[in-house]
C-alpha cells in the first residue's frame, strides 16, 4: 500500500507569510495526525482527526495554526501568519487503529 | 522536565559491536513505539511493546519493556552501517485508548565501518 505523503518537502517563507502543508494518509486510515519538531525539541503531537471530526486538538500552539480534513480524506495544516518560532519539521501520521501508526516524511518548514 | 527521557543523545560503534539505547519515564507506559528516523525520510516503525516484561525481536534488533512498563531498552547487536541513524521511543502515557504519542529527543547511532 501507499505510504503517508506529505507536501511540500520542503517550504522556505518570511515571516508574515502563510503556508499551507498537506498530507494524504493511506486510504482507508480513518485516524490521521500531525506532529511537529521544533529545533532541539522532540517531536510533539499537534492535534488527531477521526475521518473529518477534530477528536484532540490539545497540542495546537495557537490561533495561527489552522487544521482541516475535507471529506475524511487528506490534511491541511495552515500557519497565518508564520512567526520564526515556526519553523521545524512537521510530520503527518495516519492509523487505522490505535496501534498501527504510519508516519510521512515531514515536510520541513523554515520561517526566515 | 522531559516526560521521556532517552539516552544516550548520542551512540558512535564500530560496526560488529552491540549497543543499547534506553527509554525512561516515570510514569506508565500504555504503549511503547521504537523508531527509526534517517534524514530526509520519516519515522519508520520499528517494533511495538504494551506489556511489561514483553520483549520483541526482528533481525538483529531487539526492544524490551521493563515490569512496571517505566523503561524500554533497544539493543542492536553486531551492528552494522545500516543502523545507522536516530532512533526514538514513543509512547501513549495517558492510557485509556489515547492516541496522542510522547516522544523522547532520540539517539544519533553512528556505525563506523
Known amino acids: 500500500e501507499a505510504g503517508v505523503t506529505q507536501f511540500p518537502s520542503h517550504s522556505v517563507i518570511e515571516k508574515g507569510q502563510t503556508v499551507t502543508l498537506r498530507c494524504d494518509p493511506i486510504s482507508g486510515h480513518d485516524n490521521l495526525y500531525w506532529y511537529r519538531r521544533v529545533m532541539g525539541k522532540e517531536i510533539k503531537f499537534l492535534l488527531h482527526?477521526?475521518?473529518?471530526?477534530?477528536?484532540?486538538e490539545s497540542g495546537m500552539p495557537n490561533n495561527r495554526f489552522l487544521a482541516e480534513r475535507t471529506g475524511g480524506t487528506y490534511s491541511t495544516l495552515k500557519v497565518q501568519p508564520a512567526e520564526l518560532e515556526d519553523s521545524g519539521v512537521y510530520f503527518c501520521?495516519?492509523?487505522?487503529?490505535?496501534?498501527?501508526?504510519?508516519f510521512g516524511s515531514g515536510t520541513r518548514l523554515t520561517v526566515v | 522536565s522531559q516526560e521521556l527521557e532517552q539516552s544516550p543523545q548520542s551512540l558512535i560503534v564500530q560496526e560488529g559491536k552491540n549497543l543499547t539505547i534506553n527509554c525512561t519515564s516515570s510514569k506508565t507506559l500504555y504503549g511503547l513505539y521504537w523508531y527509526k528516523q534517517k534524514y530526509g525520510e520519516g519515522l519508520i516503525f520499528l517494533m511495538m511493546l504494551q506489556k511489561g516484561g514483553e520483549e520483541k525481536s526482528h533481525e538483529k534488533i531487539t526492544a524490551k519493556l521493563d515490569e512496571k512498563k517505566q523503561q524500554s531498552s533497544l539493543h542492536i547487536t553486531a551492528s552494522q552501517p545500516s543502523h545507522a541513524g536516530i532512533y526514538l521511543c514513543?509512547?501513549?502515557?495517558?492510557?485509556?485508548?489515547?492516541?496522542?504519542?510522547?516522544f523522547g529527543k532520540g539517539t544519533k547511532l553512528s556505525v563506523i565501518p
Open positions: 514513543g509512547a501513549d502515557m495517558r492510557g485509556a485508548g489515547s492516541y496522542q504519542l510522547t
Open positions: 501520521a495516519s492509523s487505522r487503529n490505535t496501534y498501527g501508526y504510519t
Open positions: 482527526f477521526v475521518k473529518e471530526s477534530k477528536q484532540d
